[in-house]
């Protein structure tokens, strides 16, 4: 059975941190390349950082490049995102996303507030 087991939201005020973690199974992880989503109510959900299990090559959106790190412990099967500097704007729920060539996986949301 694959699983993807987002954990680590929560509240935090303005300028606090946080650490995201994804825990995958049911799947060969070093395949694949692992996302982080995020959606606002009403809004699309949008891909925010990635990692590729392959090569470590990653992206990040411009607006938490500098702010976001994402991790990858291949022998643990989690990724990691370590978030900085949350903004309001960060407020969201988060989705891990695991792709692969031919298939794609989806976890639960964590939930991010950022508010004082």
């Known amino acids: 059975e694959v699983q993807l087991q987002a954990s680590g939201g929560g509240l935090v005020q303005p300028g606090g941190s946080l650490r995201l973690s994804c825990a995958a199974s049911?799947?060969?992880?070093?395949?694949?390349?692992i996302a982080w989503f995020r959606q606002d109510p009403g809004k699309e959900r949008e891909p925010i950082v990635c990692?590729?299990?392959?090569?470590?090559?990653?992206y990040y959106k411009a607006s938490v490049k500098g702010r976001f790190t994402i991790s990858s412990d291949n022998a643990k099967n989690t990724v990691s995102l370590q978030m900085y500097n949350l903004e309001p704007e960060d407020t969201a729920v988060y989705y891990c996303?695991?792709?692969?060539?031919?298939?794609?996986?989806w976890g639960q949301g964590t939930l991010v507030t950022v508010s004082s």
């Open positions: 996303n695991a792709k692969g060539r031919l298939r794609e996986f």
């Open positions: 049911g799947f060969t992880f070093n395949d694949y390349t």
């Open positions: 990692i590729s299990n392959k090569d470590g090559t990653t």
